[in-house]
């Protein structure tokens, strides 16, 4: 294993040895499943960028132009406000929908997909990530019939989340991408959630 032991200060003057942060040729040691992570990466960040982009720019996809944010859309509020939303939490996330609403999670597809897609940060997009796509499925309510998912329990939700989840758990952030040297950052060191 090639992850070595780091020595720091302390406040107490006595030094902690911490480990290093695992590099993922140490966790998955065959090359063809590190590419495969690498593409799982890149494919989950985009799906976030691409959310951002979409519904910052009215691409047409699931975003008209004439909804754009940059036109005076409301990404969160239109989602939130939809018939889309349903289920007993439904007058919850109406009373969230604000323009606040709409910056955070704005703020969460750009520094999710961003992150993700350059291997960084992985932890804290794992989390950032899951909590928006829980919220996300919630608030489409999928254990009713006629739902908007085609599967009560397990939805593309939850898939997202799971695949943030092993990006971060596996160090896939080395593989094709900023990773390693990420780690490898003094303030990353020091603060080892940013990892």
């Avoid at 951002?52 to 969160?76: E, V, Y």
């Avoid at 606040?100 to 597809?109: E, R």
């Avoid at 804290?124 to 796509?133: M, P």
């Amino acid at each position: 294993m090639s992850t070595t032991i780091r020595t720091i200060g302390t406040t107490t003057g006595v030094a902690a040895r911490i480990p290093a942060a695992p590099a993922e040729n140490d966790i998955v040691t065959s090359a063809p499943a590190r590419g495969a992570l690498a593409i799982l990466r890149l494919a989950t960040g985009f799906i976030f960028l691409w959310a951002f982009l979409d519904k910052a720019f009215g691409l047409g996809f699931s975003t008209k132009s004439a909804a754009a944010w940059i036109q005076g859309g409301t990404p969160s509020q239109g989602f939130l406000n939809s018939p889309a939303v349903t289920g007993p939490l439904k007058s919850f996330f109406a009373l969230i929908a604000s323009p606040a609403s709409d910056v955070l999670f704005m703020l969460a597809m750009i520094a999710v997909g961003a992150a993700v897609m350059l291997g960084v940060g992985l932890r804290v997009s794992a989390v950032a990530g899951s909590v928006v796509l829980l919220f996300m499925y919630l608030a489409e309510w999928p254990f009713t019939a006629n739902a908007g998912s085609t599967n009560p329990l397990v939805d593309y939700h939850l898939i997202y989340a799971l695949a943030l989840i092993v990006i971060a758990l596996v160090s896939a952030g080395d593989t094709w991408g900023f990773g390693r040297v990420w780690k490898s950052l003094p303030i990353v060191q020091k603060h080892r959630w940013l990892i």
